[in-house]
């Protein structure tokens, strides 16, 4: 009887770590592109849904994120003629700014059964200034520029280093990830 109960408590113990090593590797990717139509998103992706809805997201996200400025020359300064907009946030604030040009797409992709699950992608908008440079929507703002930063230009905004229309994807491995990644030649 003692034996058995050893046996049972030496196995109870075990298990979960028998359980870890016996899971498949399953990679997560992390695919993240700037975009500036749906069309060129699906071209680069493939998934005409996803980038469906990241860019309806953008634009709901667009008035509430774009820089604020109290006049069209403020905004001019900084943006093309044509970009400068009268715009309402989502409180109904006017302001002058720059329309989106673009959006940013990102969504995690599981290998489960070598099937890639995307999941919800997330989404921001992007707005591109005179000098060609890409920005959107800082983190410590919380994707939001609100009404009391109208005058504020582009305080709310992060510059990116992005080339539009072209995905861009970054593994990140599971379990046993790294061991499987070795050289074995070699001493």
């Not at 090593?21 to 998103?41: F, P």
């Not at 409180?91 to 995307?118: D, E, K, V």
């Not at 994807?169 to 050289?183: D, I, L, Q, V």
Request: aromatic share 6%; proline share 5%.
């Amino acid at each position: 009887m003692k034996r058995s109960r050893t046996t049972a408590l030496l196995l109870m113990s075990a298990a979960p770590l028998l359980f870890t090593a016996c899971q498949k590797n399953e990679a997560v990717q992390v695919q993240e592109g700037l975009y500036t139509s749906v069309q060129a998103c699906t071209e680069a992706t493939g998934d005409p849904s996803s980038c469906r809805t990241a860019f309806a997201e953008a634009q709901k996200q667009s008035a509430d994120a774009a820089p604020k400025y109290a006049t069209r020359e403020a905004c001019e300064a900084e943006y093309n003629a044509e970009q400068c907009v009268e715009q309402k946030t989502s409180t109904g604030h006017s302001f002058i700014g720059p329309m989106m040009m673009g959006f940013f797409m990102s969504q995690m992709l599981s290998n489960r059964g070598g099937a890639g699950l995307a999941q919800q992608p997330a989404a921001s908008p992007a707005y591109q200034d005179k000098a060609k440079g890409w920005a959107r929507p800082g983190p410590s703002t919380g994707g939001m520029n609100t009404a009391s930063g109208i005058g504020a230009g582009k305080a709310g905004l992060a510059p990116v280093n992005a080339t539009p229309n072209r995905a861009v994807t970054a593994s990140r491995g599971g379990f046993g990830n790294t061991s499987s990644n070795r050289s074995s030649v070699g001493g």
